[in-house]
């Protein structure tokens, strides 16, 4: 394929330095028959783009960049499993796909740097979480944010049974249960209290495994929130051998495969809703006490010849905000223009891309929840 499929963020692309850059969003569709008009929302938004180059490239040149868009715009196959929104970032060397959980406004460019501020939105936004569903036999992972989340696909090849974690050591409760203490209670099982305690000890290996695979893999590299779903009574078993330092101390106690997908994004979302309020709301207390030690600012041509400088150690923008222009990256002043134009772009995305470049924090908030009317305020190093 001439593109690739990603999930990770940020990709490589975004340090590639020869340009022309494309970024194409695209809120899309899960179900029928709302799906059916993406491919055709898409093939506009490629035509903007051929379009754009036009002004600037030659055919040659043209035809090369344009070859993804309309490989993916012939893959039925992917057109007919989407999400809620559809990210594209393309050069002369790469394109990469993102299929995203959260919907995105349409939008397609070609500029001399990539529009990152959706993705950084999607990927480092103070809302996300991940979702672990467990019993003693199989479990599911989730990762989701205020608008849904969507089950981790894992590779075929990683044990998720207690089955496949054990294998032979595996011992099969020949017991039954019973209804010791009510129907509604946890189950109970008549037998020996040895075999009761080999049962135990195989649920907790297996716990133990899925508390390793998920840290290991997915909460120490994104380093989110993680909400555990599962009955009363294996909470505190798996709470008692979990090193997972991300694990909320409130989860949902409920059989996660008995919940609906809107039931589960309604318990999750009970359950993160308070833990984001009170992170972005230190992060704007934070704000407030180094702006009054002027170290911090909501001035854009300050902030940009701070980034340009490396002392932006956290930088607060504007959601679904754009402030056309550009930021020279060699003198860091505010060139203002045109979106449309084909040299410029987006300020606060570029101030987005020196922060992230420069190993600073960079989170997007929503209008109501942003300090300042500028789209963007910042926290100096000094």
Same mark, same amino acid.
């Given at each position: 394929m001439l593109y690739e499929i990603v999930s990770d963020f940020p990709n490589e692309i975004i340090y590639e330095k020869e340009g022309p850059f494309i970024s194409l969003y695209q809120p899309t569709h899960r179900h029928r028959p709302e799906n059916k008009q993406d491919i055709i929302r898409f093939k506009n938004l490629a035509q903007n783009i051929e379009n754009s180059l036009k002004q600037k490239y030659p055919e040659k040149e043209i035809s090369l960049l344009m070859k993804p868009f309309n490989e993916l715009?012939?893959?039925k196959l992917f057109w007919n499993h989407t999400t809620d929104g559809l990210a594209i970032l393309a050069s002369k060397r790469k394109c990469v796909v993102y299929k995203l959980q959260r919907p995105v406004k349409e939008l397609a460019v070609v500029s001399d740097s990539f529009h990152i501020k959706p993705l950084i939105r999607t990927f480092q936004s103070a809302d996300r979480?991940?979702?672990l569903g467990l019993n003693?036999?199989?479990?599911? /992972?989730?990762?989701?944010?205020?608008?849904?989340f969507e089950e981790i696909e894992l590779d075929s090849d990683i044990p998720r049974t207690v089955e496949e974690v054990?294998?032979?050591?595996?011992?099969?409760?020949?017991?039954?249960?019973?209804?010791?203490g009510g129907t509604s209670g946890p189950a109970m099982y008549h037998g020996h209290g040895g075999r009761k305690e080999e049962i135990d000890k195989d649920i907790e290996r297996y716990f133990r495994y899925i508390d390793r695979f998920v840290l290991e893999n997915y909460s120490q590299p994104s380093k989110i929130p993680l909400i555990l779903v599962t009955l009363? =009574?294996?909470?505190?078993?798996?709470r008692n051998i979990s090193h997972n330092p991300f694990l909320m101390e409130k989860g949902i106690k409920i059989a996660?495969?008995? /919940?609906?997908?809107? =039931?589960?994004? =309604?318990?999750?979302?009970?359950?993160?809703?308070p833990f984001y309020l009170e992170k972005t709301n230190k992060l704007l207390e934070r704000y407030e006490l180094e702006r009054s030690k002027f170290l911090g600012s909501e001035d854009l041509a300050q902030i940009a010849r701070a980034a340009l400088e490396n002392r932006v150690d956290t930088l607060l923008i504007e959601a679904d905000r754009i402030?056309?222009?550009k930021i020279n990256w060699e003198t860091g002043e505010l060139e203002r223009g045109d979106l449309e134009d084909l040299d410029l772009h987006d300020i606060l995305d570029d101030l987005a891309q020196m922060v992230f470049k420069n190993k600073g924090q960079v989170v997007v908030l929503p209008k109501e929840r942003m300090p300042s009317t500028t789209g963007a305020v910042a926290i100096y190093r000094f």
């Open positions: 715009a012939e893959n979480y991940h979702l003693r036999k199989i479990f599911s /992972l989730y990762e989701g944010n205020r608008y849904g054990l294998g032979d050591e595996y011992r099969e409760p020949y017991l039954s249960p019973g209804a010791y009363d =009574e294996y909470h505190g078993i798996f996660y495969d008995t /919940l609906t997908m809107d =039931e589960l994004r =309604e318990a999750a979302w009970e359950v993160i809703e402030k056309p222009g």
